[in-house]
T-cell receptor, first 115, second 112 residues
Framework: GAGVSQSPRYKVAKRGQDVALRCDPISGHVSLFWYQQALGQGPEFLTY????????KSGLPSDRFFAERPEGSVSTLKIQRTQQEDSAVYLC?????????????FGEGSRLTVL | DQQVKQNSPSLSVQEGRISILNCDYTNSMFDYFLWYKKYPAEGPTFLISISSIKDKNEDGRFTVFLNKSAKHLSLHIVPSQPGDSAVYFCAASGGSQGNLIFGKGTKLSVKP
């Protein structure tokens, strides 16, 4: 596709449920980033990949959060045993550069609501 | 501790006038700065950037100014249009940061 595609756009989960959020980056983009945006806040960094290598996962808030990009293209962010504080918009971005020294292209986000 | 700060949560400007959005940063290793614009229910879209080797970058109605000694940058929009109404995020990268660090955003409202 022409842009970064994320699915699902909206997800409602019961507390304790596992969720998986998918990101399909722009074809050929080397870097892929995940951000969490709470209401009224700026995007907060979670993790980033250079091809299939996860180079930085320092922003993942707990060991319930896990991300992968096994073939260096599509990425999945998995949240286990969801809690109410996980409610946020999860943004994926990709870049032709090896890190964030250039423009990041964002998807529309996946809005997660945990009840 | 916030490394990128946007201290004004909102700004209201009359159509045709200048909008000035401000951003401060604390990490002196940052060497690349960007502004993103975000409409509701959409992802952020890139607006304009500036490298630390410059102090000004202009693109049409948008100009970004960088003052490295003050660790301050600003986005000027002139003339402002109602379609510019959105949330504007300042972001920075560089040093040991392989990722972009964002501010909390400023909501700009341009009144007709």
């Amino acid at each position: 596709g022409a842009g970064v595609s994320q699915s699902p756009r909206y997800k409602v989960a019961k507390r304790g449920q596992d969720v998986a959020l998918r990101c399909d980056p722009i074809s050929g983009h080397v870097s892929l980033f995940w951000y969490q945006q709470a209401l009224g806040q700026g995007p907060e960094f979670l993790t980033y990949f250079q091809n299939e290598a996860q180079l930085d996962k320092s922003g993942l808030p707990s060991d319930r959060f896990f991300a992968e990009r096994p073939e260096g293209s599509v990425s999945t962010l998995k949240i286990q045993r969801t809690q109410q504080e996980d409610s946020a918009v999860y943004l994926c971005a990709s870049s032709v550069y090896r890190d964030a020294t250039g423009e990041l292209f964002f998807g529309e986000g996946s809005r997660l609501t945990v009840l | 501790d916030q490394q990128v700060k946007q201290n004004s949560p909102s700004l209201s400007v009359q159509e045709g006038r200048i909008s000035i959005l401000n951003c401060d940063y604390t990490n002196s290793m940052f060497d690349y700065f960007l502004w993103y614009k975000k409409y509701p229910a959409e992802g952020p879209t890139f607006l304009i950037s500036i490298s630390s080797i410059k102090d000004k970058n202009e693109d049409g109605r948008f100009t970004v100014f960088l003052n490295k000694s003050a660790k301050h940058l600003s986005l000027h929009i002139v003339p402002s249009q109602p379609g510019d109404s959105a949330v504007y995020f300042c972001a920075a990268s560089g040093g040991s940061q392989g990722n972009l660090i964002f501010g909390k955003g400023t909501k700009l409202s341009v009144k007709p």
